[in-house]
């Protein structure tokens, strides 16, 4: 059974630094694409960060040189989140899917992905 654990929110406030971690139950972990998603209230899912496979991450415009994804080998992935804007503010998630699934283009898209974690807050102020 995939199970995806989200940890590391919190209030911070503006410039400051969080890291989230995800701890992902996954068979073969390493045939996975990972990607931190995050939700507004009111808003639409957007896609944050993914890692297609190691050394292919991407990332959505507003958060390129302020925040980093990357995975170890044994199943957790991270996101390292620094200089956060009040905008940041969102409840934010992690997400598996095969890598079959999806091309590294389209691994920002929440509809292109199987597993969900329950999702942990970030509230910047």
């Not at 283009?105 to 992905?113: F, I, K, M, V």
Request: net charge positive; glycine share 10%.
């Amino acid at each position: 059974q995939v199970q995806l654990v989200e940890s590391g929110g919190g209030s911070v406030q503006a410039g400051g630094s969080l890291r989230l971690s995800c701890a992902a139950s996954l068979y073969s972990y390493w045939r996975y694409c990972m990607g931190w998603f995050r939700q507004a209230p009111g808003k639409e899912r957007e896609g944050v960060a993914a890692m297609y496979r190691k050394g292919a991450a991407i990332y959505e415009d507003s958060v390129k040189g302020r925040f980093a994804i990357s995975k170890d080998n044994v199943g957790t992935v991270y996101l390292e989140m620094h200089s956060l804007r009040p905008e940041d503010t969102a409840m934010y998630y992690c997400a598996a899917t095969p890598r079959w699934r999806v091309t590294r283009a389209q691994s920002l898209t929440a509809t292109n992905y199987d597993f969900w974690g329950q999702g942990t807050q970030v509230t910047v102020s």
